[in-house]
């Protein structure tokens, strides 16, 4: 593939499940993704620019589109774009790390996920924590609203430095879209 031309993340992906999401939350999260994708008049295909400590260009994909009832079940459109924004970052950490998503946090730890790779071939495989993952969506906002979101989350992710080696901050905006993905 050239260089130049984006990589692809499709949504669907998502409902395959990771060890620390189950395939119904990877739906909800699709459904929260396409829903803000759509209500901001982007189609499957739309090019999402990655910035930040992180650079790359992708084509995001999803097969269906909302219906009303999707619509009406995604009303409250701030948790819509929180859970479309977890459901792209983790796509987004899968595409340029090696980690996967171990769990959910807690909320006293300062961020979203655990994330870690996979510790041995036993079965079942055992993954152990080695970063955090913090996420946060904007439907629509400019430059400064993700530039003073990322400042927030730097700030939000200190709990976590005596557990975590390291934290991603991973904000995406909806309008553009764009991501900036910050390694702490």
């Not at 430059?143 to 709990?159: G, H, M, S, T, W």
């Amino acid at each position: 593939m050239n260089s130049n031309e984006p990589r692809r993340l499709v949504l669907k992906d998502l409902k395959q499940g990771l060890p620390g999401i189950t395939s119904a939350v990877g739906s909800f999260m699709i459904e929260a993704s396409v829903t803000c994708l759509e209500d901001q008049n982007h189609k499957s295909g739309v090019e999402l620019m990655v910035n930040g400590d992180y650079t790359n260009r992708y084509n995001l994909y999803w097969k269906y589109s909302i219906t009303d009832q999707m619509r009406r079940s995604w009303k409250d459109k701030k948790e819509a774009t929180e859970f479309g924004a977890c459901g792209i970052a983790i796509l987004i950490i899968l595409d340029l790390t090696d980690y996967t998503v171990v769990s959910r946090s807690s909320t006293d730890t300062g961020i979203d996920y655990w994330l870690g790779t996979e510790e041995n071939e036993d079965d079942p495989p055992s993954y152990i924590n080695k970063a955090g993952l913090e996420v946060s969506g904007i439907l629509k906002g400019n430059n400064n609203d993700i530039q003073a979101r990322v400042r927030k989350k730097l700030k939000q992710v200190e709990p976590s430095d005596d557990t975590a080696l390291l934290a991603y901050i991973v904000v995406v905006e909806f309008s553009k879209p764009l991501s900036l993905v910050v390694k702490k």
